[in-house]
């Protein structure tokens, strides 16, 4: 089998977490050498749920293993000079440096860009910060709640008359890692062109406001500021409830389908009335509208609905679970979940690729590593370093 | 118009190209033929249009693009109405614009002659429609061996749903995010954007890079194929893996956290004004009791550690959000993190486009508008990175219907004008839709009225213009 796109690039990886992790293992998904620098102590993620068979363990957390396939990991301690050193030693071979800590930290290192810039003016320095390295934000603290509150999507999000809503899990995180993986191969594409090196500078909030439709531009077009909808219950569009889940109808009458055509799509003889044929009745019945849409998909398998519905070229979408997810017929015949062997677990299924190349395959050669797995090649024969040195070191907390 | 032809260092093609080196990104010399429509392909070539890219887009005159219809200028359905979208400009600037009728065997040709000279071709479109107009990667290459060509489908280009069209809820439900997300005993909750489409968007970017850098080290171009479902559900590996290794899927949790507490959404001074808190420990429990002038609940055993405070956390909520009500959102917001507690207020737009941080970080970006359109320059959403030594180009906004057929049909293709003149006699290419739809929104006091804005501010052009100034002539 041919090599991953990223077959021979370097990446020196300094991230811990969601964002970052994530970002470096696309790189090496497809292909980037990824040699991940942990604190002795280990990626917090390590302590993340969930854990097979919920086993609370450092080699255990399924996140973590998901988001560190095929990287070497080295323990440093970036507090200690000696590890400061071996970590510009391992820079100076690098193509691409990933590291998300919050904008003090580096600095405070002796590991600022300028540092590292003399290091190796060719490398590409990525840093993803929850605001950014600069502006007034940029020591706020952070988790997704935050990132969606400021970054506008929450304000649109969630029912009229409730509370705004966010996303389930860690999307802010995983844009900002997309995104930072998309900047770290534009910036390294200009090094190939050019042999210069840069900063990257990544915002995990200017991640989530970059994909806004309708909002800002509602202001600066008309000097209207949009809200979450009021979500009446004839919406014809609106999530219904079958008998095993929840469907996504589209009956197209946003794109100018006439309702004669919706009354014979969805086979329900009551809606076959002038009081729901054009949007002002709809609105003004909306209540028994909704009450016959309700009724109607109650009875129905989301499944049924949806092929069905497919198979007329109405494009309804339907809402699965993890577990309808993990028996799709779709991810399957495209080969989606992955199985992937740990030591610490044995075979598990992940998500797989996000694309795929027909050229160069998405493929998970290794595991996450365990703890300082990779110390003795890296750190020691790479380096230079002799066994009773790595004990030192270890001795002395450096690794 | 401005010639923004950049120099195609790497497809080798010269005579039409000129140079314009004060604003060649790290792109430059990059390629696209655009066959994109709303968000998910748009977005994408966008941000690599923004670093240097050509992206040359084509649409069609008979099948308008959806988004030049509707979020008018000022709601004016009058005139050129395609020319004044805003999700057109929002998804499409830096790119040149043309125009072909591709049902016409002519209108294929010129496409053709497009990907002759091009290194990426982007569309999303289904399947089925690539398969009639011959246009899947082996047809590709055989008019460009080293072609990189990227589909962007709902469900993938290959299996069982390759030919369902989906729409942006449509992939988040299908990924297991939309069954993940909503108030707690409530059903799933979707956002009210197509969020999924920049899922897809933000993953196409980074594999056309990795095409790309692929492409520059062996020279060897290939067919990307970007399930925008699959997109979504790289990012809940937290729920897949729970329930492939646990067989456990967790009720939905609306804002709340599996350890934080307080960790929500909470009113403030206001109409629907809110902020959000997420606290991570009890030394910035302490801090949040301080600000918040709340000594008792900083000695309640109910709340003294993260463990009790997530076991009581609705009591907590419930207190707590009777307090922030008292405050403004926006100062409690730099209150609360000046004690190194997370919080940030829940911004609407006009909060999002006067943020003091974004303001400084220059996220958002004026851009011209040509005179026939009447628009003022306007800010837009810019990239969600920086970099330090090749930025992003110049701006120019999203092209008129058919601005840039000449430029690139004669200029970079080497037709005359007179073909020009009868493909348009016959067409082939247009500069307006031959069926335009301009949807016409309901009044603002309307919308207001049924809920929809929040509010409209009449004095809106003036405030836009004081903080985003036309940009610099020259």
Known sequence: MSAGALEGVKVLDLTHHIAGPWCTKLMADYGAEVLKVERPGGDPARRMPPFFHDEVDAEKSLLFHYLNTNKRGVTLNLKDRRGVRMLKELAADADILVENFSPRVMPSLGLDFSAMHETNPALVMVSISNFGQTGPYRDYRATDIVEYALGGLMYIFGAYDREPLKHALHQAQFKAGTDAASASLIAFYHQQLSGQGQQVDVSIHECVASGLRDVVNNFTYTGAVRRRQPNHSGDLTRVRATSDGYILPNPGVSAGINWQLVVDHMGVPQLDDEKFSSASARLVNAEELGEILDTHFRTQQKAEVFHDAHRQRFIYGMIQSPEDALSDPQFEARGFFVDVDHPATGVVKHPGPPFLMNGTPWQVRRPAPTLGQDNQEVLGQQLGNSDGELSLMRALGVI | ?474
């Open chain 2, 1 to 474: 118009m401005t010639d923004n032809v950049a120099p195609n260092r790497l497809a080798g093609r010269g005579a039409a190209d000129r140079t314009r080196p004060t604003m060649a990104g790290p792109l430059a010399g990059v390629r696209i033929i655009e066959m994109g429509q709303l968000i998910a392909i748009p977005w994408a070539m966008k941000m690599l249009a923004d670093m240097g890219a050509q992206v040359i887009r084509f649409e069609s005159c008979q099948r308008m693009e959806g988004y030049r219809g509707d979020s008018l200028y000022k709601n004016d359905v009058e005139g050129e109405t395609w020319n004044r979208g805003a999700n057109f400009y929002e998804h499409n600037r830096n790119k040149l614009g043309i125009t072909l009728d591709l049902s016409k065997a002519q209108g294929l040709d010129i496409l053709r002659e497009l990907i002759a000279v091009a290194d990426v071709f982007a569309e999303n479109f289904t399947p089925r429609v690539i398969k009639n107009f011959k246009l899947e990667y082996e047809d590709l290459r055989s008019i460009k061996p080293d072609i990189i060509m990227v589909s962007s489908t709902g469900y993938g280009y290959t299996g069982p749903w390759a030919n369902y069209g989906a729409t942006g809820p449509a992939t988040e439900g299908a990924s297991g995010l939309a069954y993940m997300t909503g108030y707690v005993d409530g059903p799933p909750v979707l956002p009210e954007i197509p969020y999924t489409d920049y899922t897809a968007g933000e993953h196409t970017v980074f594999a056309v890079m990795a095409a790309l850098v692929h492409r520059f080290r062996t020279g060897n171009g290939q067919f990307v194929d970007v399930s925008q479902t699959q997109t979504a559900a790289v990012t809940v590996p937290e729920a897949l893996m729970d329930y492939a290794a646990n067989k456990r899927i967790e009720p939905r949790m609306g804002n709340g956290h599996s350890s934080m507490a307080p960790h929500g959404c909470y009113p403030c001074q206001g109409d629907d004004r809110w902020i959000t808190i997420a606290v991570e420990n009890d030394s910035q429990w302490q801090s949040l009791c301080r600000v918040m002038g709340q000594d008792e609940w900083a000695g309640d055993s109910r709340f003294a550690d993260a463990l009790s405070r997530w076991r009581n956390r609705r009591e907590l909520d419930e207190l707590l959000g009777k307090v922030t009500a008292e405050w403004d959102a926006i100062r409690l917001t730099h209150e609360l993190q000046a004690a190194g507690v997370a919080a940030g207020a829940v911004l609407d737009a006009k909060d999002m486009l006067f943020n003091p941080h974004l303001k400084e970080r220059g996220f958002y970006e004026v851009i011209s508008h040509h005179p026939s359109t009447g628009m003022p320059p306007l800010p837009y959403a810019s990239r969600p990175w920086k970099l330090s030594l090749t930025p992003s180009v110049d701006r120019t906004a999203g092209p008129l219907m058919g601005e840039h057929n000449r430029l690139v049909l004669s200029d970079l293709l080497g037709h005359t004008v007179d073909e020009l003149a009868g493909w348009e006699e016959e067409g082939i290419i247009g500069y307006a839709p031959t069926n335009p739809r301009a949807v016409q929104r309901p009044s603002l006091d309307e919308q207001v009225r049924q809920g929809r804005m929040q509010r409209y501010e009449t004095d809106f052009e003036e405030q836009v213009a004081k903080a985003y100034p036309p940009p610099q002539a020259g």
